[in-house]
């Protein structure tokens, strides 16, 4: 009986529940527990929720585990994958260090002036290395690829994944990928190169690239420029056009060459800004991933590398005159399998399509002089706060939008443009006619101006006479 009623002998549980402590006799005969509280389903179901509470904590301890360790990993894959894109992050570094010089230059002084080309670096900044190029393929309508033939296409409309889709498919079109046996993965890096060094500036920036190109490709298709020239001549063309302002500065020869910029020091005062950019082509096409040329017999590859030269030269404005009088010469006998005389007529080419705005529909073309006047301001605000010559045309106090352009579309791109058209006659209609209206329209603007100043002129003696 002794051992007996020890082996039953009861047994005291103390529960805390809600707070409240609660105790439990418990013994052999599960009839005889025996609670001293009152509450005996309440308690079981809060017993029971607390415990089932505790194994859900436990067992989340464990899903948490779980799930912080696959983050982890999809984080390490990630990072594994973003190494891939270090050199976006090096162009961004780059761009902001652009954009950091050029607010300080702005700011005053020249020790950061954004026009002095850091040659230290030896070309190898000028284009990321990629295995596949980033911008994404569109495939163009029929309407696009016909509007691209013409001086009417509106070059606003687009962003510069566009553009470069729209420049790969010229090259493609004109039969220049066939011609130089160019890799179409190649051709993409490339133009993704030229692309990124084109400064951002008001003007001379990655869609005045695109718009000289496509230019240059309607005339090559207005023209009939197949049936005369040769795709080598061809390519020379597109190419040049497409390089012709690479990494321009925003500030002309004429602030290089007065400032004593490292550009004109480099190149003696000679076309500083023509020869740089002739430079930064040919750094990116000795990139092995960016040379369209690399399958061209090297002799050949050495006659396409001085065309293009020579024709990027011809966009220095300084030579004008002496590039359209020899062409002025030749024209009237022209003879396409004269070399001297196909030359010629290809730097004329070149120089039409660089300044050909005012070619295009006024919708289109007024947004460039307005581009193109804040370029000049900037300059010329930077050469009176250095104490350099500023010319008339680029200073805000002195010149408006009719003036800057009627002078230039009538003794400039006028009479260029009709010298054309003597051997391409075709361009008349299309492009010298809008030359004409674009003058006609500049000059009634030029008239409204004088009528309000005159007004403004009067209305101020009458305000002093009656003072």
């Not at 404005?317 to 590039?323: L, Q, S, V």
């Not at 209206?437 to 008239?447: G, I, M, N």
């Not at 009528?451 to 009067?458: F, L, R, Y």
Request: proline share 4%; hydrophobic share 35%; glycine share 4%.
């Amino acid at each position: 009986m002794g051992s007996g009623s020890s082996s039953y002998a009861p047994k005291t549980i103390y529960l805390d529940v809600d707070g409240k402590v609660n105790t439990a006799i418990m013994v052999a005969n599960p009839e005889a527990c025996v609670f001293n509280s009152t509450e005996k389903e309440d308690m079981f179901q809060n017993v029971i929720s607390q415990v089932a509470e505790q194994f859900s904590r436990a067992f989340r301890i464990n899903e948490l585990k779980t799930e912080v360790t696959n983050r982890l990993a999809m984080l390490e894959k990630r990072v594994e994958l973003e190494g891939l894109k270090v050199v976006e992050i090096e162009k961004c570094k780059n761009d902001l260090k652009k954009l950091r010089d050029e607010m300080t230059s702005r700011a005053g002084g020249r020790v950061n002036c954004p026009c002095k080309y850091n040659f230290s670096d030896d070309g190898k900044k000028l284009t990321p290395r990629r295995d596949v190029p980033s911008y994404p393929k569109y495939t163009l309508s029929q309407e696009t690829i016909e509007a691209l033939k013409k001086p009417t296409f509106d070059v606003w409309h687009w962003e510069h994944n566009e553009m470069l889709s729209c420049l790969e498919y010229m090259y493609h079109d004109l039969g220049l990928v066939k011609e130089f046996n160019m890799n179409p993965i190649t051709l993409k890096r490339w133009l993704l190169g030229i692309q990124e060094n084109y400064r951002i500036n008001p003007f001379h920036n990655f869609r005045h690239c695109f718009c000289v190109s496509q230019m240059m490709y309607g005339m090559i298709h207005l023209c009939n420029l197949q049936e005369k020239l040769t795709l080598t001549d061809l390519g020379i063309l597109m190419t040049a056009a497409v390089c012709h302002d690479l990494d321009h500065p925003g500030y002309n020869n004429t602030y290089q060459i007065n400032a004593r910029t490292e550009l004109a020091v480099r190149y003696n005062d000679i076309s500083p800004l023509e020869n740089h950019h002739c430079a930064v082509a040919f750094q990116i096409l000795s990139l092995p991933e960016c040379n369209i040329f690399a399958n061209v017999d090297p002799e050949a590859f050495k006659q396409i590398r001085q065309a293009i030269i020579t024709l990027i030269l011809a966009t220095d404005m300084a030579r004008h005159g002496e590039i359209l009088d020899s062409f002025k010469h030749k024209v009237d006998n022209f003879d396409f399998t004269n070399e001297e005389h196909v030359t010629c007529l290809k730097m004329v080419l070149i120089k039409c399509c660089d300044i050909s705005n005012e070619v295009r529909p006024t919708e289109v073309a007024e947004p460039w002089v307005d581009c193109l006047l804040e370029e000049y301001f900037i300059q010329s605000d930077r050469e009176k706060s250095e104490g350099l010559p500023v010319a008339p045309f680029m200073d805000r106090d002195k010149v408006t939008k009719p003036t800057a352009q009627i002078g230039f579309i009538k003794f400039v791109l006028i009479p260029m443009f009709e010298t054309v058209m003597k051997l391409f006659p075709q361009i008349e209609e299309i492009m010298v006619q809008p030359l004409r209206d674009s003058r006609d329209h500049y000059e009634e603007l030029k008239q409204i101006d004088d009528a309000m100043t005159e007004k403004k002129t009067e209305n101020m003696s009458l305000g002093g006479k009656k003072k």
